[in-house]
Protein backbone atom coordinates (compact mmCIF):
# COMPACT_ATOMS: atom_id res chain seq x y z
CA UNK A 1 0.00 0.00 0.00
CA UNK A 2 1.01 3.55 -0.28
CA UNK A 3 0.52 5.96 2.24
CA UNK A 4 -2.40 7.79 4.50
CA UNK A 5 -5.29 9.50 3.60
CA UNK A 6 -7.36 11.45 6.05
CA UNK A 7 -10.92 12.09 4.30
CA UNK A 8 -13.11 14.14 6.82
CA UNK A 9 -16.66 13.92 5.98
CA UNK A 10 -15.31 10.46 3.74
CA UNK A 11 -18.74 8.76 5.10
CA UNK A 12 -20.72 11.56 3.22
CA UNK A 13 -22.51 11.06 0.49
CA UNK A 14 -19.77 12.65 -1.56
CA UNK A 15 -17.00 11.17 0.65
CA UNK A 16 -18.04 7.73 0.35
CA UNK A 17 -17.00 8.05 -3.40
CA UNK A 18 -13.40 9.89 -2.90
CA UNK A 19 -13.19 6.46 -0.04
CA UNK A 20 -13.42 4.37 -2.25
CA UNK A 21 -11.27 5.48 -5.03
CA UNK A 22 -8.73 6.10 -2.54
CA UNK A 23 -8.59 2.76 -1.15
CA UNK A 24 -8.57 1.43 -4.76
CA UNK A 25 -5.56 3.09 -5.27
CA UNK A 26 -3.88 1.61 -3.16
CA UNK A 27 -4.00 4.02 0.20
CA UNK A 28 -4.42 3.40 3.56
CA UNK A 29 -7.66 5.66 4.16
CA UNK A 30 -8.64 7.03 7.17
CA UNK A 31 -12.40 8.40 7.26
CA UNK A 32 -12.71 11.20 9.86
CA UNK A 33 -16.67 11.43 10.72
CA UNK A 34 -18.92 12.79 13.62
CA UNK A 35 -20.57 9.00 13.94
CA UNK A 36 -17.86 6.20 13.24
CA UNK A 37 -20.21 3.35 14.32
CA UNK A 38 -22.52 4.14 11.58
CA UNK A 39 -19.88 4.59 8.92
CA UNK A 40 -18.43 1.20 9.51
CA UNK A 41 -19.48 -0.15 6.29
CA UNK A 42 -16.60 1.83 4.59
CA UNK A 43 -14.11 -0.69 5.61
CA UNK A 44 -15.52 -2.78 2.82
CA UNK A 45 -13.88 -0.66 0.46
CA UNK A 46 -10.53 -1.95 1.14
CA UNK A 47 -9.12 -5.23 2.50
CA UNK A 48 -8.96 -5.83 5.97
CA UNK A 49 -7.65 -2.94 7.68
CA UNK A 50 -7.47 -0.45 5.09
CA UNK A 51 -10.24 1.89 5.45
CA UNK A 52 -10.82 2.92 9.06
CA UNK A 53 -13.63 5.51 10.09
CA UNK A 54 -12.51 7.66 13.45
CA UNK A 55 -14.35 9.83 15.35
CA UNK A 56 -14.07 13.30 14.52
CA UNK A 57 -15.63 16.75 15.41
CA UNK A 58 -14.56 19.59 12.79
CA UNK A 59 -15.06 22.07 15.89
CA UNK A 60 -12.20 21.12 18.11
CA UNK A 61 -8.72 21.65 17.30
CA UNK A 62 -7.30 18.44 19.41
CA UNK A 63 -10.21 16.41 17.07
CA UNK A 64 -9.22 17.57 13.87
CA UNK A 65 -5.50 17.14 15.04
CA UNK A 66 -6.07 13.44 16.48
CA UNK A 67 -7.04 12.32 12.72
CA UNK A 68 -4.72 13.92 10.75
CA UNK A 69 -1.58 12.29 12.75
CA UNK A 70 0.61 10.50 10.04
CA UNK A 71 -1.18 11.50 7.04
CA UNK A 72 0.38 12.58 3.94
CA UNK A 73 -2.48 14.15 2.28
CA UNK A 74 -5.77 15.77 3.54
CA UNK A 75 -9.29 15.79 1.90
CA UNK A 76 -12.27 18.10 2.95
CA UNK A 77 -15.51 17.28 2.42
CA UNK A 78 -17.52 18.24 4.96
CA UNK A 79 -20.59 20.68 4.57
CA UNK A 80 -24.13 21.38 5.52
CA UNK A 81 -27.12 22.56 3.26
CA UNK A 82 -28.68 23.90 6.62
CA UNK A 83 -27.55 24.67 9.96
CA UNK A 84 -28.75 23.01 12.76
CA UNK A 85 -27.44 23.25 16.65
CA UNK A 86 -24.00 24.15 16.54
CA UNK A 87 -23.51 23.07 13.21
CA UNK A 88 -23.61 26.21 11.66
CA UNK A 89 -22.24 27.41 8.46
CA UNK A 90 -19.55 29.53 10.10
CA UNK A 91 -18.67 26.81 12.68
CA UNK A 92 -18.46 23.80 9.73
CA UNK A 93 -17.87 25.74 6.64
CA UNK A 94 -15.15 28.63 7.08
CA UNK A 95 -13.71 27.94 10.10
CA UNK A 96 -13.74 24.18 10.00
CA UNK A 97 -11.55 24.15 6.59
CA UNK A 98 -9.10 26.90 7.60
CA UNK A 99 -8.58 24.72 11.04
CA UNK A 100 -7.76 21.31 9.13
CA UNK A 101 -5.28 23.52 6.94
CA UNK A 102 -3.76 25.10 9.68
CA UNK A 103 -3.50 22.01 11.56
CA UNK A 104 -2.37 19.83 8.47
CA UNK A 105 0.06 22.88 7.70
CA UNK A 106 1.76 22.32 11.29
CA UNK A 107 1.94 18.75 11.10
CA UNK A 108 3.51 18.52 7.38
CA UNK A 109 1.05 17.18 5.46
CA UNK A 110 1.84 17.26 1.72
CA UNK A 111 -1.02 18.30 0.06
CA UNK A 112 -4.61 19.29 1.03
CA UNK A 113 -8.02 18.70 -1.24
CA UNK A 114 -10.92 20.49 -0.01
CA UNK A 115 -14.50 20.87 -1.59
CA UNK A 116 -16.09 23.94 -1.73
CA UNK A 117 -19.59 24.51 -4.31
CA UNK A 118 -20.41 26.89 -6.98
CA UNK A 119 -21.70 30.62 -6.13
CA UNK A 120 -18.77 30.92 -3.59
CA UNK A 121 -18.82 34.10 -2.63
CA UNK A 122 -17.66 36.68 -0.19
CA UNK A 123 -19.97 39.33 -0.72
CA UNK A 124 -22.99 36.82 -1.40
CA UNK A 125 -26.59 37.34 0.44
CA UNK A 126 -26.80 34.13 1.52
CA UNK A 127 -24.65 32.38 4.67
CA UNK A 128 -24.23 29.49 2.98
CA UNK A 129 -22.01 30.91 0.25
CA UNK A 130 -20.14 33.47 2.50
CA UNK A 131 -19.11 30.51 4.85
CA UNK A 132 -17.86 28.72 1.70
CA UNK A 133 -15.67 31.39 0.37
CA UNK A 134 -14.66 31.83 3.94
CA UNK A 135 -13.49 28.31 4.21
CA UNK A 136 -11.46 28.70 0.97
CA UNK A 137 -9.71 31.74 1.95
CA UNK A 138 -8.90 30.15 5.00
CA UNK A 139 -7.30 26.68 3.51
CA UNK A 140 -5.35 29.07 1.34
CA UNK A 141 -4.20 31.01 3.84
CA UNK A 142 -2.17 28.08 5.50
CA UNK A 143 -2.16 25.72 2.58
CA UNK A 144 -1.39 28.06 -0.90
CA UNK A 145 -0.77 24.95 -2.62
CA UNK A 146 -4.27 23.21 -1.96
CA UNK A 147 -6.15 22.09 -4.98
CA UNK A 148 -10.23 23.48 -4.55
CA UNK A 149 -13.24 21.82 -6.10
CA UNK A 150 -16.18 23.91 -6.18
CA UNK A 151 -18.68 21.20 -7.86
CA UNK A 152 -22.44 22.44 -8.93
CA UNK A 153 -25.46 20.32 -7.58
CA UNK A 154 -24.36 16.32 -7.47
CA UNK A 155 -26.49 13.47 -8.11
CA UNK A 156 -26.10 9.80 -7.75
CA UNK A 157 -27.76 7.21 -6.29
CA UNK A 158 -27.64 8.46 -2.99
CA UNK A 159 -28.12 12.16 -3.89
CA UNK A 160 -30.79 14.55 -2.07
CA UNK A 161 -31.60 16.06 -5.27
CA UNK A 162 -33.22 14.21 -7.51
CA UNK A 163 -34.48 11.32 -4.82
CA UNK A 164 -36.17 14.23 -3.08
CA UNK A 165 -37.93 15.67 -5.75
CA UNK A 166 -38.71 12.04 -7.02
CA UNK A 167 -40.10 11.08 -3.66
CA UNK A 168 -42.78 14.40 -3.60
CA UNK A 169 -44.02 13.52 -7.26
CA UNK A 170 -45.25 10.56 -5.94
CA UNK A 171 -48.02 11.74 -3.98
CA UNK A 172 -48.27 15.31 -4.89
CA UNK A 173 -49.94 16.12 -8.01
CA UNK A 174 -47.63 19.47 -7.62
CA UNK A 175 -44.02 20.35 -7.93
CA UNK A 176 -43.71 23.42 -6.32
CA UNK A 177 -40.18 25.43 -7.16
CA UNK A 178 -38.64 28.12 -6.07
CA UNK A 179 -36.74 29.79 -9.07
CA UNK A 180 -37.26 27.61 -11.44
CA UNK A 181 -35.82 29.45 -14.09
CA UNK A 182 -32.46 29.44 -12.38
CA UNK A 183 -29.83 27.30 -14.28
CA UNK A 184 -27.60 24.52 -13.23
CA UNK A 185 -25.30 21.66 -14.40
CA UNK A 186 -25.66 18.51 -12.50
CA UNK A 187 -22.23 16.62 -12.07
CA UNK A 188 -21.77 12.92 -11.11
CA UNK A 189 -20.86 12.30 -7.34
CA UNK A 190 -18.38 9.99 -8.87
CA UNK A 191 -16.82 12.58 -11.32
CA UNK A 192 -16.12 14.57 -9.06
CA UNK A 193 -14.61 12.03 -6.45
CA UNK A 194 -12.58 11.36 -9.03
CA UNK A 195 -11.13 15.12 -9.50
CA UNK A 196 -10.13 14.90 -5.64
CA UNK A 197 -8.42 11.11 -6.43
CA UNK A 198 -6.38 13.16 -8.71
CA UNK A 199 -5.89 15.76 -6.82
CA UNK A 200 -4.84 13.96 -3.71
CA UNK A 201 -1.97 12.14 -5.84
CA UNK A 202 -0.24 15.03 -6.59
CA UNK A 203 -2.03 15.14 -10.51
CA UNK A 204 -3.65 18.44 -10.43
CA UNK A 205 -1.37 21.72 -9.96
CA UNK A 206 -3.02 23.34 -6.99
CA UNK A 207 -6.31 26.01 -7.97
CA UNK A 208 -9.66 26.18 -7.96
CA UNK A 209 -11.43 23.78 -10.29
CA UNK A 210 -15.74 24.38 -10.98
CA UNK A 211 -16.81 20.88 -12.30
CA UNK A 212 -19.82 20.78 -13.71
CA UNK A 213 -21.28 17.89 -16.23
CA UNK A 214 -21.86 17.98 -19.99
CA UNK A 215 -25.02 19.85 -19.81
CA UNK A 216 -26.71 22.98 -18.27
CA UNK A 217 -30.87 22.68 -17.71
CA UNK A 218 -33.04 25.07 -15.86
CA UNK A 219 -34.51 23.87 -12.30
CA UNK A 220 -37.93 23.38 -13.89
CA UNK A 221 -36.34 21.43 -17.27
CA UNK A 222 -34.45 19.13 -14.70
CA UNK A 223 -37.77 18.14 -12.46
CA UNK A 224 -39.33 17.84 -16.23
CA UNK A 225 -36.89 15.03 -17.02
CA UNK A 226 -36.97 13.74 -13.62
CA UNK A 227 -40.91 12.98 -14.07
CA UNK A 228 -40.40 11.70 -17.37
CA UNK A 229 -38.20 9.35 -16.09
CA UNK A 230 -40.33 8.00 -13.26
CA UNK A 231 -43.70 8.49 -15.61
CA UNK A 232 -45.36 10.65 -13.37
CA UNK A 233 -47.19 13.48 -15.09
CA UNK A 234 -47.33 16.54 -12.15
CA UNK A 235 -47.39 20.07 -12.21
CA UNK A 236 -44.31 21.90 -11.80
CA UNK A 237 -45.20 24.82 -10.75
CA UNK A 238 -42.66 27.97 -10.71
CA UNK A 239 -42.94 30.25 -7.48
CA UNK A 240 -41.95 33.97 -7.11
CA UNK A 241 -38.85 34.09 -4.73
CA UNK A 242 -41.25 37.11 -2.21
CA UNK A 243 -43.43 33.23 -1.84
CA UNK A 244 -40.50 31.36 -0.99
CA UNK A 245 -39.26 33.93 1.58
CA UNK A 246 -42.66 33.74 2.95
CA UNK A 247 -42.24 29.41 2.81
CA UNK A 248 -38.74 29.47 5.16
CA UNK A 249 -40.11 32.09 7.35
CA UNK A 250 -43.28 30.15 8.07
CA UNK A 251 -41.17 26.84 8.12
CA UNK A 252 -38.45 27.90 10.29
CA UNK A 253 -41.35 29.08 13.13
CA UNK A 254 -42.25 25.07 12.61
CA UNK A 255 -39.68 23.98 13.29
CA UNK A 256 -38.27 25.59 16.50
CA UNK A 257 -41.89 24.71 17.71
CA UNK A 258 -41.47 21.27 16.82
CA UNK A 259 -38.24 21.29 18.60
CA UNK A 260 -36.51 19.93 14.92
CA UNK A 261 -38.74 17.16 14.87
CA UNK A 262 -40.43 18.60 11.55
CA UNK A 263 -37.66 20.68 8.89
CA UNK A 264 -38.30 23.33 7.08
CA UNK A 265 -38.59 22.28 3.35
CA UNK A 266 -36.91 25.55 2.22
CA UNK A 267 -34.66 27.98 4.20
CA UNK A 268 -34.08 31.51 3.38
CA UNK A 269 -30.52 30.61 2.48
CA UNK A 270 -31.87 28.39 0.02
CA UNK A 271 -34.15 31.00 -1.56
CA UNK A 272 -30.91 33.30 -1.53
CA UNK A 273 -28.63 31.02 -3.46
CA UNK A 274 -31.68 29.84 -5.87
CA UNK A 275 -31.26 33.38 -7.12
CA UNK A 276 -28.12 33.02 -9.17
CA UNK A 277 -27.22 30.38 -11.84
CA UNK A 278 -24.96 27.36 -10.10
CA UNK A 279 -23.19 26.82 -13.31
CA UNK A 280 -19.35 26.41 -14.19
CA UNK A 281 -17.72 30.05 -15.00
CA UNK A 282 -16.81 30.62 -18.70
CA UNK A 283 -12.67 31.36 -17.39
CA UNK A 284 -12.66 28.28 -14.69
CA UNK A 285 -10.42 25.51 -15.21
CA UNK A 286 -12.44 22.36 -14.94
CA UNK A 287 -12.83 18.95 -15.40
CA UNK A 288 -11.11 18.92 -18.84
CA UNK A 289 -7.87 20.66 -17.28
CA UNK A 290 -8.09 17.42 -15.13
CA UNK A 291 -8.70 15.07 -18.28
CA UNK A 292 -12.18 14.07 -17.06
CA UNK A 293 -14.96 13.40 -18.93
CA UNK A 294 -18.10 14.07 -17.02
CA UNK A 295 -21.04 11.30 -17.52
CA UNK A 296 -24.39 13.02 -18.65
CA UNK A 297 -26.85 13.02 -16.07
CA UNK A 298 -29.43 11.40 -18.59
CA UNK A 299 -27.52 8.10 -18.49
CA UNK A 300 -27.51 7.57 -14.93
CA UNK A 301 -30.84 9.28 -13.62
CA UNK A 302 -33.36 5.76 -14.67
CA UNK A 303 -30.36 3.43 -13.07
CA UNK A 304 -31.68 4.64 -9.82
CA UNK A 305 -34.75 6.53 -10.14
CA UNK A 306 -36.79 4.04 -11.00
CA UNK A 307 -37.93 3.14 -8.12
CA UNK A 308 -40.49 5.91 -8.06
CA UNK A 309 -42.03 4.59 -11.14
CA UNK A 310 -45.91 3.74 -10.70
CA UNK A 311 -44.92 -0.35 -11.17
CA UNK A 312 -40.91 0.26 -9.83
CA UNK A 313 -38.90 -2.03 -11.46
CA UNK A 314 -41.30 -3.50 -13.56
CA UNK A 315 -42.75 -0.45 -15.36
CA UNK A 316 -40.50 -1.51 -18.71
CA UNK A 317 -42.02 -5.12 -18.44
CA UNK A 318 -45.74 -3.48 -18.37
CA UNK A 319 -44.97 -1.10 -21.00
CA UNK A 320 -43.43 -3.77 -23.12
CA UNK A 321 -46.41 -5.89 -22.78
CA UNK A 322 -48.75 -2.74 -23.87
CA UNK A 323 -46.91 -2.66 -27.13
CA UNK A 324 -47.44 -6.19 -28.04
CA UNK A 325 -50.91 -5.89 -27.61
CA UNK A 326 -51.14 -3.39 -29.89
CA UNK A 327 -49.53 -4.74 -32.55
Known amino acids: MTGLVTIYGGSGFLGRYITRRMAQQGWRVRVACRRPEEALFVRTYGVVGQVEP ?39 QAEGPERIARLAA ?46 SVLFGAED ?17 LVGADTRFQPVHVDDVAHAAEIAAEGRAAPGVYELGGPDVH ?54 ADLRRDNIVSTRAKGFADLGINPRAMEAVLPDYLWRFRPSGQYLAIKESARNLRHH
Open 54 to 92: VLCNIRDDNSVRAALTGAEVVINCVGVLAEQGRNTFQAV
Open 106 to 151: EAGVARMVHVSAIGADAESESGYSRSKAEGEAGVLRHMPQAVILRP
Open 160 to 176: GFFNRFAAMAQFSPVVP
Open 218 to 271: SFRELITQMLHIIRRRRIVLGLPFGIGRLMASAGRVVQMLSLGLVRAPITADQV
